[in-house]
């Protein structure tokens, strides 16, 4: 097939999210030829994604890129793209911590890691983020094991669980974890958090929005003059936490807040920042857990009081909840922050995917 290229990659569900995880070694090293492998991969542009294997959602084109890691005390490198639908962009710019839950089976899978019999630590250098994650996978006798007991919201049935600790995820992408400088800013007559751990977010009230914030997909994807009311706050907090014209990136993500309901910590709803995430994103669940112990911030004053340390972080969303094990030092913007969280993830399929020699 002289038109086509035959390029390795695992089929994988991280969390709740799925994608292609490639060796990077598989992919080029340049990377607008990569970026052009990674569209004809997915299928995009195209709302169906159809000559790709992307699931026509943002949370089914996602993309992993996975290596041998040069950083000290670190085993893989992992580099997350999410690839649009409808434009031709692959955004580098976020990480994922979905995709993440399967990055050390990957690895395993791959033999870029050595199973241990019983549980095998990986850990894990996020280059997006420019931080480490230590993830621990259940290998009895040496492999990677997929069925379990362990249950995540968004996720159908059981499955083995992987524990991901993050670290060094205070400034993500902006260096601060305050990136204007403010616990809180007002934006357009609507007061925000722009934080940054994990995941470079703004944070509001639903109330501020006319929403409960209980609401579901209708709410948001289906009121077209509110998510433009939303991007136009979005677009000006980018510039103030000193990311530039954010027009034509995913990051900031927005997190619309409100008291909890079914007894958990708070509530969110997780835009990305274009449509509702059906469940959380697991890095946005660590930026949020942290507002929520940060005083002063927009979740702080929604979340129910928690004096422990470390606390577990219940977020409500619209498939169910996620916690965050979160250990804090420090207090106000010096606050620093390690989070654990369990995921699972399962890998669907293992072969070649094909993509045009030009296109």
Not at 162 to 173: C, H, K, W, Y
Not at 210 to 218: D, H, N, Q, V
Not at 229 to 248: C, F, P, T
């Amino acid at each position: 097939m002289r038109d086509l290229i035959a390029i390795p990659c695992i089929f994988m569900r991280g969390g709740t999210s799925r994608g292609p995880y490639f060796l990077a070694s598989d992919l080029p090293a340049e990377t607008a030829e990569r970026d052009r492998v990674l569209l004809a991969a997915m299928g995009s542009p195209d709302p169906r994604q159809i000559d790709g294997i992307g699931g026509a959602t943002t949370l089914t084109s996602k993309v992993a890129i996975v290596s041998k890691s040069g950083q000290p005390g670190c085993d893989v490198d992992y580099l997350f793209a999410q690839v649009d639908i409808s434009k031709p962009l692959v955004d580098t710019a976020p990480s994922c911590g979905n995709m993440l839950a399967g990055v050390a089976p990957f690895a395993i899978e791959r033999g870029l890691v050595s199973a241990k019999d019983g549980k095998t630590r990986v850990m894990i250098y996020n280059v997006n983020t420019q931080s480490r994650i230590e993830a621990i996978v259940e290998t009895p006798g040496g492999e990677v094991a997929y069925t379990g007991d362990a249950r995540i919201d968004g996720v159908p049935g059981t499955a083995a669980p992987i524990v991901l600790n993050f670290m060094d995820v205070v400034g993500s992408i902006t260096g601060k974890m305050l990136p204007t400088g403010n616990l809180r800013d007002r934006i357009d007559g609507v007061d925000v958090t722009c934080i940054d751990v994990a995941m470079p977010m703004i944070l509001l009230r639903a109330a501020d929005l006319g929403l409960s914030g209980t609401e579901g997909k209708e709410a948001f994807d289906g009121d077209k003059e509110r998510m433009a009311r939303i991007e136009k706050i979005r677009l000006q907090a980018g510039k103030m936490m000193g990311l530039g014209d954010v027009s034509e990136k995913v990051v900031p993500k927005v997190g619309v807040l409100s008291a909890p309901t079914k007894g958990g910590t708070i509530t969110s709803r997780y835009l990305t920042p274009h449509a509702l995430h059906a469940a959380h994103a697991v890095t946005g669940g660590v930026c949020v857990a942290s507002a929520c112990a940060l005083e002063g911030t927009i979740a702080h004053e929604f979340a129910k009081p928690d004096g422990a340390n470390p606390r577990t972080v219940l977020i409500e969303h619209p498939s169910g909840d996620i916690d965050v094990l979160l250990t804090v030092s420090g207090k106000g913007a010096d606050m620093n922050v390690v989070a654990g969280t369990l995921r699972t993830a399962r890998l669907l399929m293992r072969g070649e995917i094909m993509v045009p020699r030009k296109r």
